[in-house]
Nanobody, 115 residues
């Protein structure tokens, strides 16, 4: 089993920044990818950003140029730096880890962008 613990969410004004962290622990073997997803009320969960084992990344079009995913391999931690936040970025943000055929999700952290 792998445990994912997210942190860094909160309330921020439009135009502000937040950094989310996701620390993985437990039976970590060979991580294929770690990424961030979000789910706003009444909407489906969607990919925000993902980083693969060799370092390549993908971003949702809506966050390109504003969000940056990074990782610390020594700490098995992935980060999401979110800049120029907009009200439409408000959602619960979930961390996801895949290794082999296994997929793990974090518990989610709320991000609210409002004045």
């Amino acid at each position: 089993q792998v445990q994912l613990v997210e942190s860094g969410g909160g309330l921020v004004q439009p135009g502000g920044s937040l950094r989310l962290s996701c620390a993985a622990s437990g039976s970590i073997l060979r991580i294929n990818a770690m990424g961030w997803y979000r789910q706003a009320p009444g909407k489906q969960r969607e990919l925000v950003a993902i980083m693969f084992s060799r370092g390549s990344t993908n971003y949702a079009d809506s966050v390109k140029g504003r969000f940056t995913i990074s990782r610390d391999n020594a700490k098995n931690t992935v980060y999401l730096q979110m800049n120029s936040l907009k009200p439409e970025d408000t959602a619960v943000y979930y961390c996801r880890l895949t290794q082999s055929t296994e997929t793990y999700w974090g518990q989610g952290t709320q991000v609210t962008v409002s004045s």
